[in-house]
């Protein structure tokens, strides 16, 4: 963490719940975070959930976002939801490219490149997820792997463009699986990748970037996490779904 990046911690729910489970999981993070003055705090329920969840935290400061959308405009794309529905519901950010897309919807990084596009050009905000599989850690293609993926996934865009984007590092053998990266192997990754945003748009942006750290974050190893100088919050997907252990871990600095 470095003060002159505020921290984002955003929750991702999958495809868990019901609206009323959802409304009330909201009401609680809404009412256990609302002293958080340090970070940015943000749920991203399942589609049909988001109005329940939009209504609920009105006036709050805690922010709504989406799990995927639709790289195309508007048409006929059955079962697609596209960035304007999003953003008219409340949204104001989107998960793109997470590994359980690219791995159950075979999701490419020339899609995902599409679908941050579409994204920024509705005024969201993509939390763009790459991470390498456990093989490819094994094999030594960690950076090569984070690099490939943040290349194609922002190519084309303008400086103002890539300085919206939020960068998430999720390796894939720790989501969901309950062994997270050490820090140190999460810093090793987030340095990087800083590195390759200064390569390809400058300093200010890659030092503007918020670069989150997701893959089995739990209370208790989030302070450790948020110790590196170049993690800038975390994207949690189990611990989220409970509102004490998701506010345990955006209350870290407590
Ligand atoms: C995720 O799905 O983005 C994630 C980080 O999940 P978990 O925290 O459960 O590993």
Not at 181 to 189: F, G, S, Y
Request: proline share 5%.
């Amino acid at each position: 963490m470095n003060p002159k990046r505020r921290p984002l911690i955003a929750g991702n729910w999958k495809m868990h719940g019901d609206a009323a489970w959802a409304a009330a999981l909201a009401r609680e993070v809404a009412h256990r975070t609302a002293r958080a003055r340090h970070c940015d705090v943000a749920v991203m329920p399942a589609f049909p959930l988001i109005p329940a969840v939009a209504r609920v935290l009105e006036g709050s400061p805690v922010a709504l976002g989406a799990q995927d959308l639709s790289p195309e405009e508007e048409g006929a794309f059955t079962g697609d939801v596209s960035a304007r529905m999003l953003q008219s519901v409340g949204c104001t950010h989107v998960v793109v490219g997470h590994s359980e897309r690219r791995e159950h919807h075979l999701e490419g990084d020339d899609l995902v490149r599409r679908k941050i596009a579409r994204a920024l050009g509705a005024g969201l905000i993509p939390i763009l997820c790459v991470g390498e599989r456990l093989a490819e850690r094994e094999a030594g293609r960690t950076l090569e792997r984070v690099e490939t993926q943040v290349r194609i996934a922002m190519q084309g865009l303008d400086e103002a463009g890539a300085s919206r984007v939020v960068l998430a590092y999720e390796p894939v053998w720790a989501i969901g699986t309950g062994r997270t990266a050490t820090p140190a192997q999460a810093e090793e990754v987030h340095e990087f990748l800083r590195g390759v945003v200064r390569g390809l748009f400058g300093y200010e942006v890659a030092e503007g970037m918020r670069i989150l750290y997701g893959g089995s974050v739990k209370p208790d190893n989030i302070r450790d996490l948020m110790a590196c100088p170049d993690v800038d919050g975390a994207l949690v997907g189990g611990a989220s779904l409970d509102a004490e252990s998701f506010s345990r871990i955006v209350n870290f600095a407590e």
